[in-house]
């Protein structure tokens, strides 16, 4: 197999992920269901990420997908970050990403929350959360004032403070038991949460219809299909699976995969050969390709080696603390990044290049922030450019 070419790669995945002039989505499920999962941390992102995707995405129409119809479903995920997905892949996800009971009561222990102390809180909470949907304060104003208590986390240096409350409930996530949502047309990020039991929400949603290991593999399959080429150290990343689950589940799939090399880099990267079979009959725009990615975007976040999203000595400017900024990108590539203050109704929207554009790309860029800023706002938004160090040698 010849080696394949780096820029018909990052159309190809750029095409998969609908961010590719024509390849946008008509339906919210379908981008979902090709990408796997939103990340829904922040609160704004997965408008974002949608509108990115899709024709004519307004941001009602996330909310009446989640809310209303309740087709989408708020997890914890992949690296134990939260996600909407489809109610379709939520078994998946949630079985292939699940903590063992045994790493929960550990986890649970080091907060200083005993087995019994863990049953009777879970026990009242869900008493409550039967009752309707509530915040945290509002959980707490409800329990007696004896059973909330403070607890501590010691992490070598570190100490993280927080309730019995929250620890419970984060447990109670992970079991599948209680979800939680920011609630519809809430864009801030700091907006309380509203907790809710699962079966009140999703009652028709059975998240033990896969078995855990098969959904692993399955979840790994997924993931190469939508973000490949990748490679073994992604995988692992994106999925927090060992590197020993990893290579099981390949062995099992290792007639379904290819090895290309893609040219310009040393690595070694997987494929599936149905995917491959599409991108040999995969037909590349000509013209370049403009896109502004909200704050942990599935596109930017997918992948652990990234060199081939951003040069290696801008990286720790994109990627800062465990996240991935807004960015700008030009041809797949990022060229910069942008300010999240968007999201929580603050102005202007500003822009930060790494080297100045041509300025028709610079143009279509400031048109595509004020289009930003008008969805999230529902008013026109200055956006300015900031002066860096690059961009004044550059100018």
């Given at each position: 197999m010849q080696p394949l070419e780096e820029s018909l790669v990052t159309q190809y995945v750029l095409h998969k992920h609908h961010l590719l002039d024509g390849s946008q989505a008509e339906s919210i499920l379908q981008v979902v269901?090709?990408?796997?999962?939103?990340?829904?941390?922040?609160?704004?992102?997965?408008?974002?990420s949608l509108f990115a995707r899709m024709k004519n995405f307004q941001r009602k129409h996330l909310d009446e997908e989640f809310y209303l119809k309740r087709n989408?479903?708020?997890?914890?995920?992949?690296?134990?970050?939260?996600?909407?997905?489809?109610?379709?892949?939520?078994?998946?996800?949630?079985?292939?990403?699940?903590?063992?009971?045994?790493?929960?009561?550990?986890?649970?222990?080091?907060?200083?929350?005993?087995?019994?102390?863990?049953?009777?809180?879970?026990?009242?909470?869900?008493?409550?959360?039967?009752?309707?949907?509530?915040?945290?304060?509002?959980?707490?104003?409800?329990?007696?004032?004896?059973?909330?208590?403070?607890?501590?986390?010691?992490a070598g240096k570190e100490r993280y403070k927080?309730?019995?409350?929250?620890?419970?409930?984060?447990?109670?996530?992970?079991?599948?038991i209680v979800i939680s949502e920011k609630?519809?047309?809430?864009?801030?990020?700091?907006?309380?949460?509203?907790?809710?039991?699962?079966?009140?929400?999703?009652?028709?949603?059975?998240?033990?219809?896969?078995?855990?290991?098969?959904?692993k593999t399955?979840?790994?399959?997924?993931?190469?299909?939508?973000?490949?080429?990748?490679?073994?150290?992604?995988?692992?990343?994106?999925?927090?699976?060992s590197k020993?689950?990893?290579?099981?589940?390949?062995?099992?799939?290792?007639?379904?995969?290819?090895?290309?090399?893609?040219?310009?880099?040393?690595?070694d990267y997987l494929m599936l050969k149905t995917d491959y079979e599409q991108f040999v009959r995969f037909k590349p725009l000509s013209a370049h390709s403009v896109l502004l990615l909200p704050f942990e975007d599935p596109y930017t976040k997918g992948y652990k080696v990234r060199d081939r999203l951003v040069d290696s000595g801008l990286e720790k400017k994109t990627y800062v603390g465990g996240g991935v900024l807004p960015t700008i990108l030009l041809n797949?590539?990022?060229?910069?990044?942008?300010?999240?203050?968007?999201?929580?109704?603050?102005?202007?929207?500003?822009?930060s290049f790494f080297s100045h554009p041509k300025k028709h790309i610079e143009k279509e860029i400031i048109e595509k922030?004020?289009?930003?800023?008008?969805?999230m706002s529902d008013h026109e938004v200055d956006v300015e450019i900031e002066k860096t160090k690059s961009l004044e040698k550059a100018s």
């Open positions: 269901n090709d990408i796997i999962a939103l990340h829904a941390t922040s609160a704004g992102t997965p408008y974002l989408l479903v708020r997890l914890q995920a992949m690296r134990g970050t939260l996600f909407i997905t489809s109610t379709q892949l939520a078994p998946l996800l949630y079985q292939a990403t699940k903590l063992p009971e045994a790493h929960l009561l550990k986890w649970l222990h080091k907060w200083g929350i005993s087995l019994s102390e863990y049953h009777k809180l879970a026990q009242k909470l869900y008493s409550i959360l039967k009752c309707g949907e509530k915040t945290l304060p509002e959980l707490k104003k409800t329990l007696p004032k004896e059973t909330v208590r403070p607890v501590e986390l010691k927080g309730t019995n409350v929250n620890i419970v409930l984060s447990a109670m996530m992970h079991k599948g609630g519809p047309e809430t864009l801030r990020i700091t907006k309380a949460n509203w907790f809710a039991l699962l079966k009140e929400k999703y009652p028709n949603l059975n998240l033990e219809s896969v078995g855990c290991e098969e959904a399955m979840l790994i399959k997924r993931y190469i299909e939508a973000f490949g080429p990748v490679t073994e150290h992604d995988i692992a990343w994106w999925t927090a699976f020993t689950e990893v290579k099981n589940a390949l062995a099992t799939m290792e007639k379904e995969l290819l090895s290309p090399k893609i040219r310009g880099f040393e690595k797949g590539k990022i060229i910069g990044i942008w300010n999240r203050n968007i999201e929580g109704g603050k102005e202007p929207i500003k822009l922030a004020k289009i930003i800023g008008r969805l």
